[in-house]
Nanobody, 124 residues
Framework: QVQLVESGGGLVQAGGSLRLSCAAS????????MGWFRQAPGKEREFVAA????????NYADFVKGRCTISRDNAKTTVYLQMNSLKPEDTAVYYC?????????????????WGQGTQVTVSS
């Protein structure tokens, strides 16, 4: 079992930045591939970014490429999502997820564990 707790969300103006954190706990939590997803009101949950459990290879959704960076600190079992140049359309609840598989897959059903989410609101 892995427990995930997100933090770092909030209200920011368009063009601003936020860094989301996901603290993982549980046995061998550092060996999970980690992902970030988001869900806006009335929309399906969508992939944002993911990072492999080893090697650090990353994968990003097209709409965040060049604006977001996912990273992990295995010593602290924490995953981060640095978001820059935020837009009002980035407003959503952001979820952290973990999977045992190696690849940074984009589909929600590939992930085994989920956090409760953190709200990000970008004002225009």
């Amino acid at each position: 079992q892995v427990q995930l707790v997100e933090s770092g969300g909030g209200l920011v103006q368009a063009g601003g930045s936020l860094r989301l954190s996901c603290a993982a706990s549980g046995r061998t939590s550092s060996t999970y591939t980690m992902g970030w997803f988001r869900q806006a009101p009335g929309k399906e949950r969508e992939f944002v970014a993911a990072i492999r459990r080893t090697g650090g290879m990353t994968n990003y959704a097209d709409f965040v490429k060049g604006r977001c960076t996912i990273s992990r600190d295995n010593a602290k079992t924490t995953v981060y999502l640095q978001m820059n140049s935020l837009k009002p359309e980035d407003t959503a609840v952001y979820y952290c997820a973990a999977r045992l598989g190696l690849y940074a897959i984009e589909t929600t059903n590939a992930y085994d564990y989920w956090g409760q989410g953190t709200q990000v609101t970008v004002s225009s």
